[in-house]
Nanobody
Framework: QVQLVESGGGLVQPGGSLRLSCAASGSIFSIYAMGWYRQAPGKQRELVAA???????AYADSVKGRFTISRDNAKNTVYLRMNSLKPEDTAVYYC???????????????WGQGTQVTVSS
């Protein structure tokens, strides 16, 4: 019933920018938190940024000052603006959301399909 659809990935040169989008749809009662993870080849999946419904945000140290997470609650959408991109940012980026569906007793995690971000000259 609930799904997350990501978009915005691509190939950029170092120093460039991208904006990722993730839209949640389906039988949604409330989205408590949304965030972005990434996984590079041979690496563990790591949290990049997260935002609660109350506006609290958190970032990985490696992206602080460069990435900005934001939410449009009316559209059930979360964005990740990525500036000053580095080759080390190359990874598949996954949207994650804690969502309580209508009639559900508690929120559960949902994941997007992933979008590739490649930073290379």
């Amino acid at each position: 019933q609930v799904q997350l659809v990501e978009s915005g990935g691509g190939l950029v040169q170092p120093g460039g920018s991208l904006r990722l989008s993730c839209a949640a749809s389906g039988s949604i009662f409330s989205i408590y938190a949304m965030g972005w993870y990434r996984q590079a080849p041979g690496k563990q999946r790591e949290l990049v940024a997260a935002a609660t419904s109350g506006g609290t945000t958190a970032y990985a140290d490696s992206v602080k000052g460069r990435f900005t997470i934001s939410r449009d609650n009316a559209k059930n959408t979360v964005y990740l603006r990525m500036n000053s991109l580095k080759p080390e940012d190359t990874a598949v980026y996954y949207c994650n959301a804690a969502i309580k569906g209508w009639g559900a007793s508690k929120a559960i995690d949902y994941w997007g399909q992933g979008t590739q971000v490649t930073v290379s000259s």
